[in-house]
């Protein structure tokens, strides 16, 4: 039963980050690789007020949201006041450096990780509690994404994406929509870091490598970039192929390649066949007769 | 002083060519001036200049007295400069009418946390906006487009809801980048009451024009450009008559 609890948190942490890649590259059009960074700045605040101040576990999941949303800052108003393009830049810039520095302080736990993280919750209802927590946010994610993108900030959102000059030329602050879009996205990965710290107790620098936000970007691919419910079905489908996989019975030395060549393929695949993923984009926030 | 557009003294180059030089002139409330020269002249990018799409080199613009120096373009535009595109650059996957509500000099929901902590004030405003940006579509007679896709009509359509966009800034100052070229017909009626309409109400309005008799019928200013240059400004009957312009438009 443990086994089925840990693989629907997984789903559910998974959801989150898609979801939150997809507003961000998807949405708004900016592209960044720094997902994982976030997702580990949001595990690492609230794993280390747990271990230190034993704060609340909602306490801490709001505090790692708002680092990470800070953080996010850090290099979305330098390169996103210049141009877009910088954002990849400098996001792969602040990917490799920061981790490095979890890597090499002690506070983080260095190479070895950060472990001993406090569970907030013990006993048999560990598992249902937990799972209803990370499939409670991944909802929570989703309809709020789904808000701001049919709304009337999403409606600006189109106008940007499809003619940012004119946008501007009207009186819209693009680089402002962007900071928010970006630190709100960055936020909702910083949740799901606090739930994955607090539920697994323990945090390895590796799982949060530029790599994993390949992981990220097969599922939005794959799903559908840009629609509300492609992240959804990515991140469920592609956390379940692994699982699959399994069932192969295969020795351990080939699984790990094959995944890895599996999800390759997919993104090939896929950007060739079905670029719009399994789910097609919703066309732009419509003016609905209510709001006249 | 009663200007409401004051260029003076305007430079600016892209390496050695010089696009604006010297750029010095006035636009006062309710009147039309005719930008016109040869392509290449530097009238397109005055107006970007104007904007702050490209930053001058060198000199003051002021819009109603206030400079706009050192402005981003969305600061600019809601200072009341309101322009149009020679291509429109419309917001193709949008309806006419969701063109027109993004588009008033403040747009409510653009700020994430009025949004959440005042949804109802911000869904006040948007039916403000939709009102009148209907009422704008009602003056043009194309308020029944209203939900249609600006990529379903025809290209004289197109163009009037460039312009009809551009109206939901309400600002003084209206910039009109060939606001003719390609449209005809019922379009071109419609868009030449609806300029000399918005000029009456007070807008100084400016306009890069080919199109001569359009030019003639609606300024009663003009200014000839060429390499970046006024040569010669006054009188649009006047403009036409010159021999050294024609010359220069036409060619000899």
């Known amino acids: ?292 | 002083m009663s200007a409401i557009l004051h260029l003076e003294g305007v430079r600016k180059s892209f390496g050695g060519i010089v696009v604006a030089d010297e750029i010095t002139l006035e636009i006062e409330g309710g009147q039309i001036l005719g930008l016109i020269g040869p392509n290449g002249a530097g009238k397109t990018s005055l107006f970007n200049i104007i904007t702050g799409v490209v930053p001058a080199d060198a000199g003051d613009i002021r819009v109603n007295g206030v400079s706009v120096a050192g402005k981003a373009v969305h600061e600019r535009a809601r200072m009341g400069i309101a322009r149009t595109w020679q291509n429109m650059r419309l917001f193709r996957t949008m309806t006419v009418l969701e063109n027109m509500v993004v588009a008033p000099r403040e747009y409510a929901a653009e700020s994430m946390l009025r949004l959440c902590l005042r949804p109802g004030a911000v869904r006040r405003a948007i039916k403000e906006s939709c009102e009148q940006a209907l009422s704008i579509l009602e003056r043009m007679q194309l308020a029944h487009l209203a939900d249609s896709a600006v990529t379903d009509l025809p290209y004289g359509q197109q163009k009037l809801i460039g312009l009809a966009r551009a109206l939901m800034n309400d600002g003084r100052c209206l910039l009109l980048d060939e606001p003719m070229a390609g449209v005809e017909g019922h379009a071109y009626e419609t868009m030449r009451a609806v300029v000399r309409e918005e000029a009456q109400a007070g807008r100084a309005v400016c306009v890069v024009e080919h199109n001569i008799s359009f030019i003639k019928d609606l300024c009663t200013s003009a200014v000839f450009m060429s390499a970046g240059r006024i040569l010669e400004r006054g009188d649009i009957a006047d403009l036409l008559a010159s021999k050294t312009l024609a010359e220069l438009y036409f060619g000899t």
């Open chain 1, 1 to 292: 039963m443990e086994y089925v609890y840990s693989i629907l948190i997984l789903v559910g942490i998974y959801v989150v980050l898609a979801s939150s890649f997809n507003l961000i590259i998807g949405v708004a059009g900016l592209i960044s690789i720094a997902h994982p960074i976030f997702f580990a700045l949001g595990a690492y605040t609230s794993g280390l007020l747990a271990i230190h101040f034993g704060v609340n576990p909602i306490a801490g999941a709001v505090v790692g949201a708002a680092v990470a949303g800070a953080f996010s800052l850090m290099i979305s108003l330098p390169s996103l006041r210049v141009s877009g393009d910088y954002l990849l830049i400098t996001s792969i810039g602040f990917q490799l450096g920061l981790l490095q520095v979890i890597k090499n302080l002690e506070l983080t736990g260095s190479q070895g990780g950060l472990s001993n993280i406090p569970t907030p919750i013990a006993g048999p209802e560990r598992g249902w509690v937990f799972s209803a927590v990370a499939l409670g946010a991944a909802t929570v994610s989703v309809f709020l994404i789904r808000w701001i993108v049919r709304g009337p900030y999403g409606r600006a959102i189109s106008a940007m994406r499809d003619d940012e000059l004119a946008f501007v030329a009207l009186g819209r602050d693009a680089t402002r929509i962007k900071i928010v879009i970006f630190a709100v996205g960055c936020g909702l990965a910083g949740i799901a870091g606090a739930i994955y710290a607090l539920y697994f107790q323990y945090l390895s620098p590796e799982q949060f490598e530029i790599l994993a936000s390949g992981t990220m970007l097969t599922m939005v691919v794959v799903g559908g970039m840009g629609s509300t419910w492609g992240p959804v079905v990515g991140a469920v489908l592609l956390l379940a192929l692994p699982q699959a996989i399994t069932f192969l019975r295969l020795p351990l030395a080939y699984m790990a390649p094959l995944q890895g060549m599996i999800f390759t393929l997919l993104v090939i695949l896929f950007l060739f066949l079905r670029p719009q993923g399994l789910v097609s984009p919703e066309p732009p926030a419509p003016l609905r007769e209510k709001e006249r």
